[in-house]
């Protein structure tokens, strides 16, 4: 029983690549989110799926996007990477229907030059 | 009115000292507070959570204080031990019409070193 698992774990872009960060979770949660982590501006919610098949914008939206593959699996992707995307994207996941509880993924360190 | 403010931002404790975090909210909506513990490379994991029908819960050394009048909630961190030493973040959400909950609102978080 891995949790939520995110690879990679840490990635150098240089600016204007593109990557997509993945998140998978084995706890059939029906929910997803993506948030990034900065120094002094704790976690923000960039994007989150309440159930398979459905995704909506959190607080920092922008110069992102996501897919909800399945139940399992929910991707980020960057198109075209920006210095102030630099930052740690954790993944997390929940049962919105019984619990309040969200599970964190170990972290993807992304640095963009 | 979605915040939650978070405060300090940093804290040195001595090992077997009392830690208290202290966080405030506009929303009286908001109908759950966890706080989140982080160690050093690792992500967020559920410390302790409160319901705003309490004034206070206790688990171990960590206890969650909750002032609803004054629409505050700190955390208090009894017999503090460097194996503490994390960020800790409180949060709060609500319950959506037709009973799922809503995203959590994070704390900007607190360092807390407690020297040995």
């Known amino acids: 029983n891995a949790g939520v698992t995110q690879t990679p774990k840490f990635q150098v872009l240089k600016t204007g690549q593109s990557m997509t960060l993945q998140c998978a979770q084995d706890m059939n949660h029906n929910s997803m989110y993506w948030y990034r982590q900065d120094p002094g501006m704790g976690l923000r919610l960039i994007y989150y799926?309440?159930?398979?098949?459905?995704?909506d914008k959190g607080e920092v939206p922008n110069g992102y996007n996501v897919s909800r593959l399945n139940k399992r699996e929910f991707s980020l992707r960057l198109e075209s990477a920006a210095p102030s995307q630099t930052s740690v994207y954790f993944c997390?996941?929940?049962?919105?229907?019984?619990?309040?509880?969200?599970?964190f993924g170990p972290g993807t360190r992304l640095t963009v030059t | 009115q979605q915040q939650v403010k978070q405060s300090p931002q940093s804290l040195i404790v001595q090992k077997g000292g009392i830690s208290i975090i202290n966080c405030a909210y506009e929303?009286?909506?908001?109908?759950?507070f966890p706080w989140y513990q982080q160690f050093p490379g690792k992500g967020p994991a559920l410390l302790i959570a409160i319901r705003p029908d309490v004034s206070e819960k206790k688990e171990g050394r960590f206890t969650i204080s909750f002032n609803k009048s004054a629409k505050q909630f700190s955390l208090h961190i009894m017999d503090s031990q460097p194996g503490d030493s994390a960020t800790y973040f409180c949060?709060?959400?609500?319950?959506?019409?037709?009973?799922?909950?809503?995203?959590?609102?994070f704390g900007k978080g607190t360092k807390l070193s407690v020297k040995p």
């Open positions: 997390a996941s929940s049962d919105r229907l019984t619990s309040y509880e969200q599970y």
């Open positions: 949060a709060a959400t609500i319950q959506l019409y037709g009973g799922s909950q809503g995203n959590l609102i």
């Open positions: 929303n009286t909506a908001f109908d759950y």
């Open positions: 799926s309440a159930s398979e098949g459905t995704t």
